[in-house]
């Protein structure tokens, strides 16, 4: 009986020297492992062979069972499809050469430019517009996938451009997914731990706003890669220059304002021109045309009124002089120092300012002025 105590014993020691290691084993597999996503709701994005860069205001999320992308995934990718938004009128657009998709957010319908109408529509969440995926990958011919990573799960679309398979892309991206998940993770604990966020003040400096007149199409381009990122201009368009359905979609995808200069003696003549004018832009960029430089004889006031237009004015005329050169652009600042409110200013022909533009927006902004659209 001893003998046959002394077995059990054993054997109940042994049995566990075998559970803890499995005990330990199971304990590990349940701490999530360095580069292993703990945070819920958490995607990659790419688009081909770009990783997208990973943020809680561009996060993929479901809603309705619909799949949603951050626009972002059209922006400055080799997709082949462009994405232009008014934040005024509410309305996106994703478009190619040959076809286009519009979103009304504000009625949350959806359309191509043939009048037909899909079911799925555009959301706004944090200043972005996010898209319904499947949606918009059926019209345009694009695939897309979902594939686990070991980090968080990678949402990739895909075009006929595309080199590598998902599996190679996500072997190749591996490392940077690791940094970019890393980076974010610290970036939601310091923002969870934060308890008294920091407010910034609301900007209340003098508004400038630049009006310029197209006249070439390689000056209003150059024109706008002065401005760049952190100026924007109203620019004066004919209708025939509005034919340029590529130079419109610039302008509004920079944000910049654009406007009908506008000629004729007869209210038949103007209107004819603004209908006209409102129509190129809304077809190729979702904008709608409300602002109007009218330089005739007669009086059209109550007519673009009628037609819920403004009509331009400006404080300041520089068509004359310009700002070709740096010196001009200086006696522009010096007279600009004069006034205590907003301005609007007219350079005049796009490629007559082109010279002095530059030392022009430098002054601008040591004087802290907003350079800005001119709005209704």
């Not at 990718?77 to 504000?106: C, E, I, P």
């Not at 990739?156 to 998940?181: E, K, P, W």
């Amino acid at each position: 009986m001893a003998g046959k105590g002394g077995l059990g014993v054993r054997r109940e020691r042994l049995r566990r020297i075998l559970v803890w290691p499995l005990a330990v084993l199971l304990a590990l597999t349940l701490v999530p492992n360095r580069g292993r996503a703990a945070l819920e709701g958490v995607y990659f994005t790419a688009a081909n062979e770009q990783l997208l860069d990973l943020t809680s205001e561009t996060m993929p999320f479901y809603s309705g069972g619909v799949l949603y992308v951050s626009s972002k995934v059209f922006e400055g990718t080799d997709l082949g499809v462009t994405f232009v938004y008014n934040s005024t009128t509410k309305m996106a657009m994703l478009y190619t050469a040959r076809t286009d998709l519009r979103f009304d957010l504000a009625n949350q319908t959806t359309t191509d430019k043939n009048g037909n109408r899909y079911q799925a529509y555009a959301l706004e969440r944090n200043g972005y517009v996010f898209l319904p995926i499947g949606t918009v990958c059926g019209f345009f011919g694009l695939m897309w996938t979902i594939n686990e990573t070991g980090i968080a799960p990678l949402i990739r679309v895909r075009s006929t451009s595309a080199i590598l398979s998902d599996r190679d892309f996500i072997d190749a991206a591996s490392n940077d997914m690791q940094r970019r998940y890393n980076a974010y993770e610290k970036q939601v604990e310091e923002s969870t731990s934060t308890s008294d966020p920091q407010v910034y003040p609301e900007y209340t400096g003098q508004k400038i706003h630049l009006l310029v007149s197209c006249q070439a199409r390689e000056d209003t381009l150059a024109v706008l890669e002065a401005l760049g990122g952190s100026a924007q201009g109203t620019f004066l368009l004919t209708p025939e220059q509005m034919e340029d359905g590529d130079l419109l979609r610039a302008l509004i995808a920079g944000g910049h304002a654009v406007a009908l200069a506008a000629s004729g003696e007869t209210e038949d003549e103007v209107e004819a021109q603004v209908l006209r004018g409102r129509d190129l832009l809304w077809q190729a960029a979702c904008s709608w045309l409300n602002l109007v430089w009218y330089e005739g004889r007669a009086d059209m006031s109550a007519l673009l009124t009628d037609l819920g237009c403004v009509s331009l004015e400006a404080d300041l005329d520089r068509r004359d002089t310009g700002v070709s050169t740096a010196g001009r652009a200086r006696t522009l600042l010096s007279t600009i120092e004069l006034y205590r409110r907003d301005l609007t200013v007219y350079l005049g022909d796009d490629g007559g300012c082109l010279g002095g533009l530059d030392t022009l927006l430098e002054g601008l902004e040591e004087r802290q002025c907003l350079v800005c659209t001119w709005r209704p």
